[in-house]
């Protein structure tokens, strides 16, 4: 199963992520997020690990309220995260550590993950998660 | 919804009666011409406007622009004036990019004086203002310096040397919201501003050295100084990272607190509440702390942009002067005539310019009487435009266009068309290209973009601002 496809947009980026379990929500979104960052690394590949708690509304909020809390820490430390160890989570909080690679320079610019039309989903067996986000 | 739910107002001006649902507050009302009417069925922004018809407080109607098209919760074009006493205020009527917005500095110079030095300037302006995606600016300011700037704007600025007098008088609220307070932003967001100042940003943000081709109203072009042939540089930017989180903070509170001011919408990136309430309060001094940072962005990338033009030119070159700069995304506090009568109203352009007419008080003295200097940026490669406010322009709020407008997905862009081959086009047109993504510049491809000139047509004959001169690019800068 992919962990995620880019839908076609006018304007923004349009993420929809697959998982068997909804923690796996979390971590496709965040790969599918970094990679369309399009990070470039630089010739040392510098490894770190940052903490992350959250409580939100409910679940969609906490997808959200994650991934704008990932792209703070991408880009006031210049740095992308590929993997997550969870600590607690639950419908409306999370813990977790995100752990990736210092970066040189970003080619895309993402602003905010946004609430239009977020969806998140079980269709046969497989969570559906998609998300825009503006550039 | 379809052609004939729509009630024509004039030529270039359409009407959605009230009565077409149930929860409309207001009318929604769209400048279009009949050729381009059609398309606003391509996205979801006519229903985006309904939307906005809800709003609790609006007065007259819920406004788009020719150059709408589909936004978060508010359709981006989009404007909404509410009574300051009873209405809402929305973060998703700002936009993300809080004060995203114009600027134009004219210089002396003919296109003839710059052309040999042409490739040199553009060379020295893109490597003094990066996009601030790779390396951020050099200095990276701490917390208090940050909150100066979020609550002194451009007037900080300049008292620190980074600019003269004039470039308060020549920008919008001379460059200060007095009402901006930083304990109403997070630290989040000033740690995303602290290495940002006087970046350019990617995506449609670019700097452009351009030649006045086209005059088309010879008396307020020469109030504004403005002639045929001369060269002047154009700054599309906004409040970079600082103000993105500023939105983000404000649309999760106000998601969280409208239950308890009864405020019920039908989209929730419509998410507002009371303008008298603590959160309503409070994004508005937030709000104007981002508007305060993005002027201060655009006046250091002037700065850095002087200092290029100098180190290109000598140090006895002829200056370039700030002609004016004017936000596109913003909620502003204004006076207006409703009914006869003198109202307070919050009013929200979001994709849409201030076009203030001759003899209002807001606008610089040299400007009376001919009305506020409007700044549409075409797509990159193409036309762009200065125009002047009107008086007709009072049903629309004294708001105009805000530029082209997408019509195809970076996506598709890059489909059709590669970085190597605009670049190649644009070239081949005399049009100098520094950029540091081919693919960036694909996505940004003139043809994914409406027809400016239809765009500016329509705002013109419909009295919301009159064109006074057309600029076509020389150079487009997209910073390193």
Known sequence: MKKYEIIDHKTDLKIKSFAKTKKDIFSNMLVAMTESMKPRFGKKREK??????????DFKTLLVDFLNEVLYLSQTNREVYFDINFKKFSEDELRAEVSGQKINRFNEDIKAATFHNLEIEKERGVWQSTVLFDI | MQKSDFKKISNYLWEIPKDFRQDMKVP???????????????????????????????????????????????????????DLTSGVISPGGVGYDINCGMRVLKSDYLEKDIKPHLEKLATEIQKDVPSGLGRGRNIKLDLNSINKILEGGVQKLVEQGYGEKEDLENCESQGRISLADSLTVSDHAKNRGRDQLGTLGSGNHFLEIQKVEEIFDQETAEVFGLFKDQIVIMIHTGSRGLGHQIATDYIKIMMGAMRKYNVNLPDRELAACPISSNEGQRYLRAMACGANYAWSNRQMISFFIKKAWKSVLGEKSLPLVLLYDVAHNIAKIEKHIISGREMELCVHRKGSTRAFPPGHPEIPKKY???????????????????????????????????????????KEATRRISGQEV?????????????????????????????IDDVVETVHSAGLSKKVTKLIPLAVIKGE
């Open chain 2, 28 to 82: 929604a009302r769209f400048y279009v011409s009949e050729k381009s009417i059609e398309d606003i069925f391509r996205d979801k922004s006519i229903n985006q406007l309904v939307n906005v018809a809800t709003l609790s407080g609006i007065v007259n109607y819920s406004l788009a622009m020719p150059d709408m098209h589909e936004g978060y919760g508010f359709p981006i074009g989009g404007v909404a004036a509410v």
């Open chain 1, 48 to 57: 770190v690990t940052r903490e992350i708690k959250i409580k939100s509304e």
């Open chain 2, 423 to 451: 670049k190649k086009r644009l070239e081949s047109k005399g049009i100098l290209v520094k950029c540091w993504s081919f693919k960036g510049i694909a996505e940004e491809a003139p043809m994914a973009y409406k027809d």
């Open chain 2, 368 to 410: 009376q009487k001919i009305g506020q200097p409007v700044l549409i940026p075409g797509s990159m490669g193409t036309a762009s435009y200065i125009l002047a406010g009107q008086r007709e322009g009072k049903e629309a709020f004294f708001s105009t266009c805000h530029g082209a407008g997408r019509a195809m997905s970076r």
